[in-house]
């Protein structure tokens, strides 16, 4: 039985420690993270404290912890559930109970859950994907769509949609009609040697391993275009490709009767592991 660290205690996992009028529960009044551990180390975490951060501050939401204490307690139950290799960790930060729509208080406590994966490293997936695009809700455009928050109905009902269709993933539009996200990744096209994703002004979630794709493109000399992308891209790609923090990133195969390559991604995905596992990856600083 593995632990859980609720507010800093450390408890096991299938005890309770919420109640009723648990505002995440009640109105979806929570953000959280996903952070992927490699060698036992949690990856890029001060890029996750940042996004985290922000999120807060968008919703007026108080936690009381600098990155450094939060790290700490991160690292507190990597230990306590003997994690030396490859893990998935979930931070989730839920303001205190209280009020209706109106919260009674700003502050907020927080729960760290850690689950062991079977490969310690990203693993490009060996066969490509199958994509469609998912038409029925589309993601609005304004700051609450960057939120990685406990509402999640949108991309709920798409993976619906995905798992009635037999796809392996759908493609998210936003209200303009042009391509946002997955349902649990950020999209990459590769065309004629440059790479387009879509700009962080598409009502997009701005992942953690987009950014670090990005990062990787240009300490290589690869072109990274953020734009506005209609779907109609799909049809001319060299390749596509998902990205997100635990997986790193998978390849698309197939989109309608579009068939794709892998050789971008397979590159990216070397590179990804080079800097996810090296001491600047793990013990990640950022200029102020």
């Known amino acids: 039985m593995g632990s859980i660290n609720y507010n800093g205690k450390l408890t096991e996992e299938n005890q309770p420690i919420f109640d009723i009028n648990n505002r995440g529960f009640r109105y ?71 009020g209706y729509y109106t919260p009674k208080t700003n502050l907020s406590s927080f729960v760290i859950e850690a689950i062991q994966l079977p490969n310690n490293r990203y693993e490009l997936n060996e066969t490509g994907l199958t994509i469609d695009l998912y038409e029925k809700h589309r993601k609005t455009i304004n700051e609450l769509s960057s939120l990685k928050s406990t509402n999640c109905l949108t991309y709920i009902l798409a993976g619906q949609y995905k798992k009635a269709k037999g796809f392996d993933d759908c493609v998210l539009l936003n209200e303009l009609g042009s391509i946002a996200e997955c349902v649990s990744s950020n999209l990459f096209v590769a065309y004629n040697g440059v790479l387009y994703t879509p700009s962080l002004n598409q009502g997009i979630v701005p992942g953690i391993m987009r950014q670090k794709v990005i990062e990787v493109c240009k300490e290589i000399s690869m072109e990274v275009q953020e734009c506005p992308l209609s779907p109609q891209v799909l049809h001319r790609a060299d390749e596509v490709f998902l990205t997100n923090a635990i997986s790193g990133m998978k390849w698309v195969g197939a989109y309608r009767g579009k068939r794709y390559f892998n050789k971008v991604s397979k590159m990216l995905t070397e590179k990804l592991n080079e800097k996810a596992s090296s001491k600047s990856g793990q013990q990640e600083t950022l200029p102020s």
Request: aromatic share 6%; charged share 25%.
């Open 28 to 98: 979806g009044d929570a953000l959280f993270e996903t952070i992927r551990v490699i060698d036992g180390k949690a990856c890029f975490f001060q890029s996750h404290f940042d996004r985290l951060s922000k999120g807060m501050q968008l919703l007026e939401m108080s936690l009381n912890l600098t990155n450094d204490e939060l790290l700490e307690e991160v690292e507190k139950l990597i230990a306590a559930n003997n994690i030396t290799e490859g893990a998935r960790l979930r931070i989730t930060v839920v303001r205190n109970s209280g």
